[in-house]
């Protein structure tokens, strides 16, 4: 079972704050995506990356893929109440492009 | 509407009844799923649609557990016997298309609870 790995599970924080989350796996991705969750919603499509290395930027999200597509992170410079949330990245294993393989999420608060 | 749309958005039911999840995606997508999130669980997948493709339900936990998707649109999720276990939100997405890097439209869930 390919499975992906996010930490830290919890995260708060105080506004101004930076932060990086990870999501890792021992499998090859064609892809990943990160989703972010807001209670009572369902997930939104925060980026997608594809390349090995591939850095992609969001305003103040980063999103870096690594060099053999088995992880990535996803780093918030001077965070804002307004990022909390819950943080999932998602993955379309090499192989099948059909079914995304979610982690479990890392549930962000940032505290005014 | 513009987005997804899923009802009821929240359905407190007894354990042993049946129940009925619907889904609307957006138009023209061709690709819809189904997922569960309980708490701390992240997103579980329960079955996917695309086109006129037979569905893959290789996520459904159990044979109380059955969707279908009418006209390539409307789907709906149906638990029969519901059992405590089965409390959570359940998610429906759908994509323009269901391969490659298709972003997927998530609703806003139906929270479910079995008492």
């Known amino acids: 079972t390919q499975l992906l790995e996010q930490s830290p599970q919890f995260l708060s924080i105080q506004e101004g704050e930076n932060l990086t989350v990870y999501c890792n796996s021992s499998s090859v991705f064609s892809s990943l995506q990160w989703y972010r969750q807001e209670p009572g919603e369902g997930p939104v499509l925060l980026v997608t990356v594809v390349t090995g290395g591939e850095v992609k930027k969001l305003k103040r999200l980063t999103f870096q893929f690594g060099d053999a597509r088995k992880d990535s992170s996803l780093h918030i410079t001077a965070a804002q109440p307004g990022d909390t949330g819950l943080y999932l990245c998602a993955g379309f294993s090499a192989g099948n492009n059909r079914k995304l393989i979610w982690g479990l999420g890392t549930s962000l608060a940032v505290n005014p | 509407g513009a987005g997804v749309s899923q009802s009821p958005s929240n359905k407190v039911t007894e354990k042993g009844k049946d129940v009925e999840l619907r889904c609307d995606p957006i138009?023209?997508?061709?690709?819809l799923y189904w997922y569960r999130q309980s708490l701390g669980q992240g997103l579980e997948f329960l079955i996917y649609?695309?086109?006129?493709?037979?569905?893959?339900k290789s996520g459904l936990p159990s044979d109380r557990f059955s969707a279908e998707r009418t006209g390539g649109s409307v789907s709906t999720l149906t638990i029969q016997r519901t059992q405590q276990e089965d409390s959570a939100v359940y998610l429906c997405?759908?994509?323009?298309?269901?391969?490659?890097?298709?972003?997927?439209?998530f609703g806003p869930g139906t929270r479910l609870t079995v008492l």
């Open positions: 138009s023209g997508h061709t690709a």
């Open positions: 997405a759908s994509s323009l298309v269901g391969t490659g890097l298709n972003e997927q439209f």
């Open positions: 649609f695309q086109g006129n493709s037979a569905p893959d």
